[in-house]
């Protein structure tokens, strides 16, 4: 065996360069970055983070293969986009590796999407993902004012898209114009548009700063990642959000941006949008004085007509001067009128008075009257009072004769109800069970005082009680089959019952 042909571990081998780790990194490393230097990578982002350091760590993959990446924080901030999980990217940088790990990455310094359909899918992605949560809904959009007092304006203070509003705007009808300058492209550029817009809506009308009526946010042509600031949730969320009605003038007629569809009105330009946002004030001075014109013309008319009316009922009218004459001789023909019937209304009435007097008789005449009057009153008063008393006397009789008759015929009344009652009394006594007693009979009942009504009810060795009209006795039933109980007390004999001559009530047996 030759000493080439020799394993690497083999003793004959002592000449072999021996390396230690870090020496075999930093080998690895110039190799790889001598061979490659800058390269062009195209695949798919992947787990893209930004911890707090600010660099942004991600993967490109594609089917067969993934490749870790690197964008240091001042880098990322110069890209204008956003890496974002899925996105089809075109990477520029250099590929290094990283000892720490053993493996290798780019340091990415350009990023650009792979293509101009995956940024549009992307932008149409958000667009649905957004419409769905009903920030695009016709009823959030706020009508513009006729005529805006204060105008809010956010895009570059750097720009033309400032001037060509200023001057549209001093050309129609010149507005208080508030710019709030923000970047409209680049990393930075969405975050100042969202902030310039809450700014504007935080502002109070009774602040030194004014609150604008309308707010323009604009920007000049450019290609689509150029306008992507616009396109950017955090802009279209504020946009939507603003209660301050929003004009979206981004790039050109054609160009149309997801702020577009958030905002209260859409301007094909930034020019169209000062457009939209005032009226001209030339045409509201001719229209004013047009008005004008055809209102004092109305007037006029108005005038003309009132007058002609006026002066046709003048005319049917007559004359007033001999209209007040007619009525003031009729007025003092009805007064002497009036006169002369109060005059003949008093006579009347004096005449009236003369002859009731006439026919009125003198008091003295009237008093003897009364007096004799009252003479015969008291001649028929007495005559009824001695009348009266005849015809008391005779009732006095009368109601001692009949007092004496009610008392007879109460005691008889008394008698007969007497007799009625002792009657009913002695048949209550004759269905009374003591009678039947006297008669020899026996009431037989238990210890606890009911009665038994059979001999199957007596159970041997029982105490019963024996109830006689004179008295009771206690027995011992012995044998229940009929066997005469043993007497505690001699029985005294019944005494005979007397009948009375009227009692029609028989024995019962």
Same mark, same amino acid.
């Given at each position: 065996?030759?000493? +080439?042909?020799?394993?690497?571990?083999?003793?004959?081998?002592?000449?072999?360069?021996?390396?230690?780790?870090?020496?075999?990194?930093?080998?690895i490393?110039?190799?790889?970055?001598?061979?490659?230097?800058?390269?062009?990578?195209?695949?798919?982002?992947?787990?893209?983070?930004?911890?707090?350091?600010?660099?942004?760590?991600l993967?490109?993959?594609?089917?067969?293969?993934?490749?870790?990446?690197?964008?240091?924080?001042?880098?990322?901030?110069?890209?204008?986009?956003?890496?974002?999980?899925?996105?089809?990217?075109?990477?520029? !940088?250099?590929?290094?590796?990283?000892?720490?790990?053993?493996?290798?990455?780019?340091?990415? +310094?350009r990023?650009?999407?792979?293509?101009?359909?995956?940024?549009?899918?992307?932008?149409?992605e958000?667009?649905?993902?957004?419409?769905?949560?009903?920030?695009?809904?016709p009823?959030?959009?706020?009508?513009?004012?006729?005529?805006?007092d204060?105008?809010?304006?956010?895009?570059s203070?750097?720009?033309?898209?400032?001037?060509?509003?200023?001057?549209?705007?001093?050309?129609?009808?010149?507005?208080?114009?508030?710019?709030?300058?923000?970047?409209?492209?680049?990393?930075?550029?969405?975050?100042?548009?969202?902030?310039a817009?809450?700014?504007?809506?935080?502002?109070?009308?009774?602040?030194?700063?004014?609150r604008?009526?309308?707010?323009?946010?604009?920007?000049?042509?450019?290609?689509?990642?150029? *306008?992507?600031?616009?396109?950017?949730?955090?802009?279209?969320?504020?946009?939507?959000?603003?209660?301050?009605?929003?004009?979206?003038?981004? !790039?050109?007629?054609?160009?149309?941006?997801?702020?577009?569809?958030?905002?209260?009105?859409?301007?094909?330009?930034?020019?169209?949008?000062?457009?939209?946002?005032v009226?001209?004030?030339?045409?509201?001075?001719?229209?004013?004085?047009?008005?004008?014109?055809?209102?004092?013309?109305?007037?006029?008319?108005?005038?003309?007509?009132?007058?002609?009316?006026?002066?046709? *009922?003048?005319?049917?009218?007559?004359?007033?001067?001999?209209?007040?004459?007619d009525?003031?001789?009729r007025?003092? +023909?009805?007064?002497?009128? *009036?006169?002369?019937a109060?005059?003949?209304?008093v006579?009347?009435?004096r005449?009236?008075?003369?002859?009731?007097?006439?026919? *009125?008789?003198?008091?003295?005449?009237?008093?003897?009257?009364?007096?004799?009057?009252?003479?015969?009153?008291?001649?028929?008063?007495?005559?009824?009072?001695?009348?009266?008393?005849?015809?008391?006397?005779?009732?006095r009789?009368?109601?001692?004769?009949?007092?004496?008759?009610l008392?007879?015929?109460?005691?008889?009344?008394?008698?007969?109800?007497a007799?009625?009652?002792?009657?009913?009394?002695d048949?209550?006594?004759?269905?009374?069970?003591?009678?039947?007693?006297?008669?020899?009979?026996?009431?037989?009942? +238990?210890?606890?005082?009911?009665?038994?009504?059979?001999a199957?009810?007596?159970?041997p060795?029982?105490?019963l009680?024996?109830?006689?009209?004179?008295?009771?006795?206690?027995?011992?039933?012995?044998?229940?089959?009929?066997?005469?109980?043993?007497?505690?007390?001699?029985?005294t004999?019944?005494?005979?019952?007397?009948?009375?001559?009227?009692?029609?009530?028989?024995?019962?047996?």
């Open positions: 065996m030759s000493e +080439d042909s020799a394993p690497p571990d083999s003793p004959l081998r002592p000449n072999l360069p021996e390396y230690s780790v870090g020496e075999l990194s930093a080998a490393k110039r190799t790889v970055e001598g061979a490659f230097g800058y390269v062009r990578v195209r695949g798919e982002i992947s787990r893209p983070s930004i911890p707090g350091s600010g660099h942004c760590y993967r490109l993959k594609d089917e067969s293969a993934v490749l870790d990446a690197v964008i240091w924080k001042g880098t990322l901030a110069r890209l204008g986009l956003r890496p974002e999980e899925g996105m089809e990217v075109v990477c520029t !940088g250099r590929l290094t590796t990283y000892a720490g790990k053993s493996s290798y990455q780019l340091i990415v +310094d990023m650009e999407l792979a293509g101009a359909g995956a940024l549009l899918k992307m932008i149409e958000r667009r649905q993902r957004l419409a769905a949560e009903g920030l695009f809904d009823a959030r959009k706020r009508k513009l004012p006729f005529l805006p204060v105008i809010g304006v956010v895009t203070p750097t720009g033309a898209v400032i001037r060509d509003i200023l001057h549209r705007l001093a050309d129609r009808f010149p507005r208080h114009v508030l710019l709030w300058p923000v970047a409209v492209q680049g990393e930075d550029a969405a975050a100042q548009i969202a902030e817009i809450r700014g504007f809506n935080k502002l109070s009308p009774g602040d030194d700063v004014p604008p009526d309308v707010l323009i946010v604009a920007r000049g042509g450019g290609s689509l990642e150029d *306008l992507m600031a616009f396109n950017e949730e955090i802009v279209v969320r504020a946009a939507a959000a603003s209660v301050i009605p929003l004009i979206s003038a981004v !790039g050109h007629e054609t160009d149309t941006t997801l702020i577009d569809f958030a905002a209260s009105v859409r301007a094909p330009t930034p020019t169209a949008a000062a457009e939209m946002a009226p001209v004030r030339a045409e509201l001075l001719a229209d004013l004085l047009r008005d004008e014109r055809r209102l004092v013309s109305a007037l006029r008319r108005l005038v003309e007509e009132r007058r002609t009316r006026v002066e046709g *009922l003048g005319r049917g009218l007559g004359d007033p001067r001999r209209l007040i004459e009525y003031a001789q007025l003092d +023909d009805r007064v002497g009128r *009036l006169r002369l109060a005059a003949n209304l006579e009347a009435r005449a009236r008075v003369a002859e009731s007097f006439a026919r *009125l008789a003198h008091p003295r005449q009237q008093f003897e009257r009364a007096k004799d009057l009252l003479k015969e009153r008291a001649a028929r008063l007495l005559a009824a009072y001695r009348g009266t008393g005849r015809l008391l006397g005779d009732g009789a009368r109601v001692g004769e009949l007092g004496g008759r008392q007879a015929a109460f005691a008889r009344r008394l008698d007969r109800l007799e009625h009652l002792a009657a009913r009394g048949l209550l006594e004759s269905f009374s069970y003591a009678r039947v007693l006297e008669r020899g009979f026996v009431l037989v009942h +238990d210890a606890a005082g009911h009665p038994v009504m059979s199957a009810a007596a159970q060795d029982a105490t009680g024996l109830r006689f009209h004179d008295g009771e006795v206690g027995v011992r039933v012995v044998d229940a089959g009929g066997a005469a109980p043993s007497r505690t007390k001699a029985r004999p019944a005494k005979p019952t007397r009948k009375r001559a009227d009692d029609k009530q028989g024995d019962l047996l």
